[in-house]
């Protein structure tokens, strides 16, 4: 169970003030061995800088997923899918995916947990989005049920049907798994992906 400096730690998008409630739940001694993995993960995953100085860290993840998005329709051509899934898995060993799930469960299952946070910015970007949820070069915003079914097409694309395209089924695993559980509690009764 967790805290509730690290409950808002999952909940909170902002890579800085995620390393400030990580610091305040560190600093006070909440659950050491989960928190030294979770700064960690935090370098990992936020440890690049921004092409600007003002941009703040990069978020890799999130890099992996557009990633993953940009190649989703590679698979299907020719050449285009040995080079995809060279791409992904070169981004995934970037971020140590591979290197963090083997050591315990507890890696495996923090790592998942920001897999499951890297969807849900994901999500929450979209959804404020203004040219993602337009059309006509911006002009006309898209229905309400519109945009939530494009989303879930891009979501199931890139998370669902990309990994067995790509035959990365099993690296990409907790990716969607944590997909499909974070589309189930965004949008409730929906049937999920």
Not at 62 to 79: H, I, V
Not at 98 to 121: A, G, I, M, N, P
Not at 164 to 175: C, K, M, R
Request: net charge negative.
């Amino acid at each position: 169970m967790d805290t509730p400096t690290i409950a808002l730690y999952y909940k909170e998008p902002d890579p800085l003030k995620r390393k400030k409630l990580l610091d305040e739940s560190v600093s006070s001694g909440e659950d050491e061995e989960a928190n030294a993995l979770r700064q960690q993960l935090w370098e990992i995953r936020y440890g690049t800088p921004g092409e600007k100085k003002t941009d703040g860290p990069a978020d890799g993840f999130l890099g992996l997923w557009m990633t993953m998005e940009c190649n989703r329709n590679s698979s299907g051509k020719f050449f285009g899918w040995k080079a995809a899934r060279k791409e992904i898995l070169k981004q995934m060993n970037k971020l140590k995916f591979q290197e963090f799930q083997e050591k315990s469960d507890l890696h495996k299952e923090l790592l998942y947990r920001e897999c499951c946070h890297l969807v849900h910015t994901y999500m929450e970007l979209c959804k404020i989005d203004k040219t993602y949820n337009t059309q006509l070069f911006g002009i006309m915003p898209i229905k309400e049920e519109n945009a939530k079914n494009k989303l879930k097409k891009d979501i199931y694309e890139t998370a669902v049907r990309l990994p067995v395209n790509l035959n990365l089924e099993e690296e990409l695993d907790l990716i969607t798994r944590a997909a499909k559980e974070v589309y189930e509690l965004h949008f409730p009764g929906e049937g999920g992906l």
